[in-house]
């Protein structure tokens, strides 16, 4: 159980372009969805936090007209990066909490290089 | 300001052995530890957890010990399998404005050899 899925698992786009990231629970309802950032050989940086049919909250620094996160349903957020430029290009991941547990449960991750 | 940290960047075990990964952290408002277990260009893997007011959990080969007057905590693999070699993250859970959100230390990279 507790199975998170992303879509596209890598995608590369021109400069000023938009990319959709889609992130889903496939066997339980996600109240909370999270997105996350890797640079190489670095931690995990929290983008933001979203629950189901509201706002997404966002950390310090994370630009939300940039980073633009839906998460219409109990097992779907998606994340836009909006006209993209190349310091873009990174490792995202999600990851999907069930209730008020303390586990979040990983997606495989989204590489997004633009060029 | 690294509320959690890995100190070891890197960690060298043989096949068998104990593997003993460690985690600083900061905060005291923290209330639940986790550890994560990460392949290149995959996402995180939950390994095992424990509650701040816990001080051992074990689940068959890991186990973790939380000190929380030294604050830190450990995760022992024993013994250890080459499929462990991986990247393992110490996570901390706070509640922060309402919001429950998870502090990643720098990662571990564990490598067992044959």
């Known amino acids: 159980g507790a199975v998170v899925s992303q879509h596209p698992s890598r995608v590369i786009c021109k400069s000023g372009t938009s990319v959709k990231i889609e992130c889903r629970s496939l066997?339980?309802?996600?109240?909370?969805m999270f997105w996350y950032r890797q640079f190489p050989k670095q931690s995990l940086m929290l983008m933001a936090t979203s629950n189901e049919g509201s706002k997404a909250t966002y950390e310090q620094g994370v630009e939300k007209d940039k980073f633009l996160i839906n998460h219409a349903s109990l097992t779907l957020s998606t994340l836009t990066v909006t006209s993209a430029h190349p310091e873009d290009s990174s490792f995202y991941i999600c990851?999907?909490?069930?209730?008020?547990?303390?586990?979040?449960?990983f997606g495989p991750g989204t590489r997004l290089t633009v060029t | 300001d690294q509320q959690v940290k890995q100190n070891s960047p890197s960690l060298s075990v043989q096949e068998g052995r104990i593997s003993i990964l460690n985690c600083d952290y900061t905060?005291?408002?923290?209330?639940?530890f986790l550890w994560y277990k990460k392949y290149p260009a995959e996402g995180p893997t939950f390994l095992i957890s424990i509650s701040s007011i816990k001080d051992k959990n074990e689940d068959g080969r890991f186990t973790v010990f939380l000190n929380k007057s030294a604050k830190h905590l450990s995760l022992h693999i024993v013994p250890s399998q080459p499929g462990d070699s991986a990247v393992y993250f110490c996570a901390a859970s706070v509640k922060y404005q309402g919001a429950q959100k998870l502090v990643f230390g720098q990662g571990t990279r564990l490598t067992i050899n044959p």
């Open positions: 905060n005291s408002m923290f209330d639940y």
């Open positions: 066997d339980f309802q996600a109240t909370t």
């Open positions: 990851s999907a909490r069930q209730g008020e547990r303390s586990e979040q449960y």
